[in-house]
């Protein structure tokens, strides 16, 4: 059987690295991508190998799928993790901020899409994955832009499945809850450089309290072997919400209604 090839984003770290690790363990060559060269070189092996590049270059996006081709002849798999959240209230992010959240989180996605579709078209067959987010389909105080972009990447995928259904290409979308990895604390090292005026002082304790149960979480193994599936199903799930808290915020929103579901957000957090 011919191996299957792979093309992974954001893989030096948390859900990334750990879909291009297993990915690999099951007969994948996988071209795991992302910014710290450092990081990604610690999972080098005879079926992963390491690209330096940044998901926002479109040149270098495209350059990496020349060399794939070049090499394997055929993309598999595209899996698109690359991202990072942006937190603070919509009036205190900088328009500046919140269009470098949209760069990475969708334009960022929809070039990797771009660059892989027409190889995928020509060998009919092929799966895109977005990971997308819980809040992809809600939002909730303080996390407004991340979750608008999230949002704006089930749009396109949604979009995109459509576009591509008689073509033999797949498009999934995996949506994590809160996942034991850095991005919870990256988030808070960023939502330090946001002067917030004591009338938001709430919102940005509420925050805390949202994910304070993050070291109890699943580790980013659950994400990737969600990915894993997805690959192997001849017809995968078109939106995968895990772990299961997230199923449950997906199915109260719809039950509870906008109003009631904001409130109970809101008592979570603490106002």
């Excluded at 350059?63 to 919509?90: C, P, Q």
């Excluded at 990797?112 to 819980?134: D, F, K, T, Y």
Aim: proline share 4%; with cysteine; hydrophobic share 45%.
């Amino acid at each position: 059987m011919e191996q299957k090839i792979a093309f992974v984003t954001g893989a030096s770290s948390g859900i990334g690295r750990a879909t291009a690790v297993l990915l690999a363990q099951n007969g994948f060559y996988v071209f795991a991508v992302a910014r710290r060269k450092h990081r990604l070189e610690e999972i080098r092996s005879e079926n992963i190998e390491p690209i330096q590049l940044d998901v926002m270059d479109e040149a270098a996006i495209r350059s990496v799928v020349e060399h794939i081709i070049a090499t394997k002849g055929r993309i598999d798999v595209l899996v698109n993790n690359a991202g990072y959240g942006r937190l603070g209230t919509i009036e205190c992010v900088s328009m500046e901020t919140a269009h470098h959240q949209f760069e990475v989180n969708v334009f960022g996605y929809a070039i990797c899409m771009q660059a892989v579709l027409p190889h995928m078209r020509e060998q009919r067959s092929g799966c895109i994955i977005n990971i997308s987010s819980v809040l992809g389909r809600f939002s909730v105080p303080g996390f407004g832009w991340y979750a608008a972009s999230k949002h704006a990447v089930e749009a396109l995928s949604e979009a995109l499945r459509g576009e591509v259904k008689g073509l033999g290409i797949d498009v999934v979308m995996i949506a994590p809850g809160l996942i034991k990895t850095e991005f919870v604390t990256k988030e808070f090292e960023l939502l330090e450089a946001v002067e917030h005026p004591a009338a938001y002082q709430k919102i940005i304790a509420g925050l805390h309290k949202l994910v304070s149960h993050e070291p109890q979480c699943p580790g980013p193994e659950i994400i990737a072997r969600a990915v894993l599936k997805a690959t192997s199903r001849s017809i995968p799930p078109v939106r995968h919400a895990l772990p299961w808290d997230s199923k449950a915020a997906v199915v109260s929103r719809w039950m509870f209604g906008g109003r009631l579901f904001a409130w109970i957000i809101r008592k979570k957090m603490g106002f």
